[in-house]
């Protein structure tokens, strides 16, 4: 079903009287794998209705929907990005949550908020899960523990130390929304955070890094790999490339040299090789992505950030 359509069925659900409950996830690794945890934590009504209201509020004002891809611009306005949730850490998320009773599995303590790397907001009919909100935990969220801070109640004229309170704030926005197997984005960079998205683009860098190898593409690949290492901006590149697989196709690097030699680009070959230099390094990955068009206007050649091919 088109992410368009899934969306305005998302919309047009009557959320009024669905049940509500709030659930900690934290998250450890076992070798470079994320593993996580999910805990229900008990909320008062006053609680309940406001983080309904939260999730309800950000469905409402989501109206248009654009595929999540690595180089996609962040959402703005009334944008939202969607991506399938198999493709993504919150499958086994919600896997484990669908296990999960909001009455019995709770958390034991403080210290289990204090290590929560997100929250999530269920909504619930009699059929089970309906919405999930997904938000990564803001700064703020255990103040004393996160920052240094003491947590203070300015009350009567008169500022009172809250730490043994132990408080917590809840956003009120949250950074994506999970609904019919399709999660809709609506901070990117976040989700890439919370859902350790960039994990998964180290890990594609290092299978293209080989796949390349085997190809005999460049004559020193080191040059790129130094360039790259964890940097989310290079990464995001290299997934794209990746994902469009220009570098596979013998004719689109034909073609690459002949434009890179007739409009003076500079970018080197040897032997049907492409060389990497530190001041073409950035000219080759974006030729690579196919950002580099031609204006049939002006005459002009312009490097996008992104681009959406015309039907």
Not at 100 to 126: C, F, M, S, T, W
Not at 161 to 183: G, K, M, P, Q, R
Request: net charge negative; aromatic share 10%; hydrophobic share 40%.
């Amino acid at each position: 079903m088109p992410a368009n359509v899934i969306l305005r069925n998302l919309k047009n659900l009557n959320l009024a009287n669905s049940v509500v409950s709030l659930a900690i996830v934290k998250e450890y690794k076992r070798g470079r794998v994320s593993q996580y945890d999910v805990k229900y934590v008990q909320t008062d009504e006053p609680l309940k209705v406001r983080l309904k209201n939260i999730l309800i509020s950000k469905i409402e004002n989501s109206n248009s929907v654009e595929e999540y891809t690595f180089d996609c611009p962040e959402p703005e306005g009334d944008e939202v990005r969607s991506i399938n949730y198999e493709e993504t850490d919150f499958l086994r998320i919600f896997e484990q949550l669908t296990e999960l009773n909001p009455e019995e599995d709770i958390i034991e303590g403080i210290n289990e908020l204090v290590k929560a790397k997100a929250y999530i907001i269920i909504l619930r009919n009699q059929n089970g899960i309906q919405v999930i909100g997904f938000k990564t935990i803001p700064e703020n969220w255990k103040m004393k523990q996160a920052r240094g801070l003491i947590s203070l109640l300015y009350e009567e004229n008169i500022f009172k130390d809250l730490d043994d309170h132990n408080v917590f704030s809840i956003a009120s926005t949250i950074d994506l929304i999970y609904y019919n197997e399709l999660l809709f984005i609506l901070s990117k960079k976040a989700f890439e955070y919370g859902l350790n998205f960039r994990e998964g683009m180290i890990t594609g860098a290092e299978e293209m890094y080989e796949e390349v190898r085997g190809l005999n593409l460049f004559v020193n690949l080191e040059i790129l790999t130094t360039k790259v290492g964890n940097n989310q901006r290079y990464l995001r590149k290299i997934a794209t490339i990746r994902n469009l697989g220009h570098y596979r196709n013998p004719n689109f690097l034909i073609r690459m040299q002949q434009l890179s030699i007739n409009k003076g680009w500079n970018i080197q070959f040897q032997d049907g090789q492409i060389v990497f230099s530190d001041e073409t390094i950035d000219d080759i990955l974006t030729l690579l992505q196919n950002k580099r068009l031609h204006s049939e206007l002006t005459d002009e050649d312009f490097d996008v950030e992104s681009m959406k091919p015309l039907p």
